[in-house]
């Protein structure tokens, strides 16, 4: 419950709850959507079936949850327990006010587009608490009359003085607010695709380079010309044909076997790498001169099976780093006998002996810096302009359905516009 025992309150989404646990013969709740706690509140109360007289009056249509007035999960769990309790839920589209009636307790309140604003603290009152007692209240509490005690209304305490006016007006004159409709207009806008950039990372393990002083592999060389030879070597370059057991991914899922174990398969860096182009290329369109984007629908199967795929690239890099270490001694003595080799023409003066050379190698290999495994997904929206942009329509025209391009972008009804040319 709301600490706040005045008639103006800061009414949130606990205060709601409460209030609502409390009805025992009559509860009414009337706003454009719900939260997951006044939600919960709802659905324990009708499950309880403990109070006779229950209206629930909603829109709950796709804005408000867009605009933050409600959440898509808690309505459609509220909707799911009403039907199976008989509790019918009533619509008003554009409803945006709320109301409360638990008993003789009755709440009334702005809800918070939560895209816009955060919930009001504590000393921000949104709504107003009325019962039996406090309507006879009302007139003293607004300042109508003088309150029998204390120290005058419990809100609009201070009186607005004319430099915090002059405040205002000079701190608009300086920045001036955009134009309302444009501002709405860019507040609620939303499309079907999104921009989106993928950097895979740790899968290029064979390519790494490792960087030599320049007189290791360029002793030859005048040395004058020395500094300007940049001198680096691939160690594990022939180490592309190894193979590590991961499990198999199909259209990006992780196959089983019939004794429920994953299906597991000897798989080569390209493999790995194919993996992931086989999976981008269903999900990822390409837009020459404009990047690459995605179907807003597609974004969460595209995130499971890049997580999934993001696994399997962990599991295969370790089993190859398991791998490399074995050869460690190996991979070590080949490229000494490498470099030794290029230095057999060189002048005894500049030669190094075998032991300085192995110890270089060892250095550099210590020194490869260990690259986390990962797959890094940005995703950037849409704006208003490109829906203006020809050429980018056209591009997005030649790479995706015609039938997809049907209201690709919406600019929803609580922000009145001129109609967009498409």
């Known amino acids: 419950m709301n600490q706040n025992p005045g008639m103006f309150q800061a009414i949130t989404d606990p205060h709601i709850a409460a209030t609502i646990a409390q009805a025992q013969q009559r509860l009414v709740f009337m706003a454009p959507g719900v939260s997951e706690a006044v939600s919960a509140a709802l659905v324990t109360k009708i499950a309880q079936g403990n109070c006779p007289q ?8 796709e804005e408000c949850c867009r605009l933050g007035y409600g959440h898509a ?32 307790q009755v709440l009334i309140w702005t809800p918070t587009p939560l895209m816009f604003e955060a919930p009001p603290g504590q000393n921000q009152p949104n709504g107003i608490v009325l019962g039996p007692s406090t309507l006879e209240k009302l007139p003293a509490a607004v300042g109508l009359v003088a309150a029998v005690a204390g120290d005058g209304p419990p809100i609009g305490k201070q009186p607005m003085q004319a430099e915090a006016v002059k405040a205002v007006m000079e701190a608009i004159k300086a920045v001036p607010p955009a134009p309302f409709d444009l501002s709405r207009l860019a507040r609620v806008f939303s499309s079907k695709f999104q921009f989106i950039e993928t950097t895979l990372k740790g899968a290029e393990l064979t390519k790494r380079e490792m960087r030599l002083d320049s007189l290791i592999l360029n002793a030859d060389a005048p040395e ?23 499990p198999v991914l199909i259209n990006g899922e992780t196959a089983y076997r019939a004794n429920g174990q994953p299906h597991m398969k000897p798989t080569k860096q390209a493999d790995i790498h194919a993996y992931w182009s086989e999976l981008t290329g269903r999900y990822i369109i390409n837009m020459p001169g404009f990047g690459k984007i995605i ?39 080949r490229v000494v006998d490498l470099i030794a080799l290029r230095m057999r023409g060189v002048n005894e003066g500049n030669r190094l002996p075998r032991e300085r050379i192995e110890d270089l190698v060892r250095d550099g290999l210590s020194k490869l810096r260990v690259i986390e495994p990962s797959v890094k997904v940005i995703y950037k929206n849409f704006t208003v302009e490109s829906t203006r942009d020809q050429e980018f329509v056209d591009a997005l025209k030649k790479v995706v359905p015609k039938d997809e391009l049907t209201d690709w972008f919406s600019v929803f009804d609580a922000a009145p516009a001129v109609p967009l040319k498409r």
């Open 224 to 246: 004058e010309l020395r500094p300007l030879l940049h001198t680096t070597i691939q160690p594990f370059n022939s180490d592309a044909d190894k193979t590590v057991d991961v």
């Open 73 to 104: 999960e808690a309505l459609q769990k509220l909707h799911q327990v009403a039907t199976q309790h008989g509790t019918a839920i009533r619509r008003q589209p554009g409803l945006r006010l709320c109301l409360l009636m638990a008993d003789e």
């Open 295 to 333: 179907r807003q629908a597609d974004k969460a199967k595209f995130e499971a099976e890049r997580l999934a795929f993001e696994q399997v690239l962990r599991d295969w890099v370790t089993g190859f780093k398991s791998q490399v270490d074995g050869d460690h001694a190996v991979r070590v003595k």
């Open 54 to 61: 229950m209206v629930l009056i909603l829109d709950g249509d």
